[in-house]
């Protein structure tokens, strides 16, 4: 009963930044916490960052920390990723995801149980 359309993803240099969005419909988005996770070639999917309802509290995987901001904004119905100093193993199918199985700022994947359909970052040189 939720969905979630992720966006903002493309080619990118090293060192470079881009923007995802994460658009939301269906049951109150404010209700639950999200996360971003993502998926490269050949590899398991990762937690990346998450936030919490009402966007107070956030978690971030180590290697993003100080790159990567994760926002939301519950009026527009959309969360968000700002990536910057990106670098090439960042290269990874992103995926949006939403959870009303548990709060707070969850990092496990099956915690989720809406995910959107992702969108590709892929880093360049």
């Known amino acids: 009963q939720v969905q979630l359309v992720e966006s903002g993803g493309g080619l990118v240099q090293a060192g470079g930044s881009l923007r995802l969005s994460c658009a939301a419909s269906?049951?109150?988005?404010?209700?639950?916490?999200m996360g971003w996770f993502r998926q490269a070639p050949g590899k398991e999917r990762d937690f990346v960052a998450s936030?919490?309802?009402?966007?107070?509290?956030?978690n971030y995987v180590d290697s993003v920390k100080g790159r990567f901001t994760i926002s939301r904004d519950n009026a527009k119905n959309t969360v968000y990723l700002q990536m910057d100093s990106l670098k090439p193993e960042d290269t990874a199918v992103y995926y949006c995801?939403?959870?009303?199985?548990?709060?707070?700022?969850?990092?496990?994947?099956?915690?989720?149980?809406?995910w959107g359909q992702g969108t590709q970052v892929t880093l360049s040189s």
């Open positions: 995801a939403a959870t009303d199985l548990v709060l707070g700022t969850p990092a496990q994947a099956d915690n989720y149980n809406y």
């Open positions: 269906g049951r109150t988005f404010s209700s639950f916490p």
């Open positions: 936030i919490s309802r009402r966007g107070l509290t956030t």
